[in-house]
């Protein structure tokens, strides 16, 4: 019958199972590479960061900005991480930070617990 597709036949202009799956491999390992160096990625990485290793309530924007820094330099980029536009960044992510003192804004950290 004309225009009726049989598995395993052949026809022109059709693409394999296989062929498909490997575009899409492809395709992905294109997006993970791209968010491995996404800007908004790596603000939440380097929040995760100090919470997990800073001993205070609080942790200065400019000390999030050079974790993101390094976090990036291990991953090859060497594109620069403005502590100005980085607050911004966490801003669009929703994180909030108190006011300006003298040594700048800080986001504050909690801690989970049980209570």
Not at 14 to 42: G, M, N, P, Q, Y
Not at 52 to 63: C, D, K, N, Q, T
Not at 82 to 97: D, I, S, T, W
């Amino acid at each position: 019958m004309p225009g009726v597709y049989k598995r395993g036949s052949a026809r022109a202009g059709c693409v394999s199972t296989a062929e498909v799956f490997e575009l899409l491999r492809e395709e992905d390992a294109e997006s993970r590479s791209a968010r491995w160096i996404d800007l908004s990625v790596v603000a939440v990485e380097a929040v995760l960061v100090a919470c997990r290793e800073s001993s205070g309530e609080a942790v200065y924007i400019s000390e999030l900005s050079n974790i993101a820094q390094a976090i990036l330099n291990g991953r090859g980029e060497d594109s620069t991480i403005h502590a100005g536009a980085f607050g911004k960044r966490l801003k669009l992510l929703r994180f909030v930070a108190e006011p300006r003192d003298a040594k700048g804004k800080k986001l504050r950290l909690l801690r989970g617990g049980s209570s």
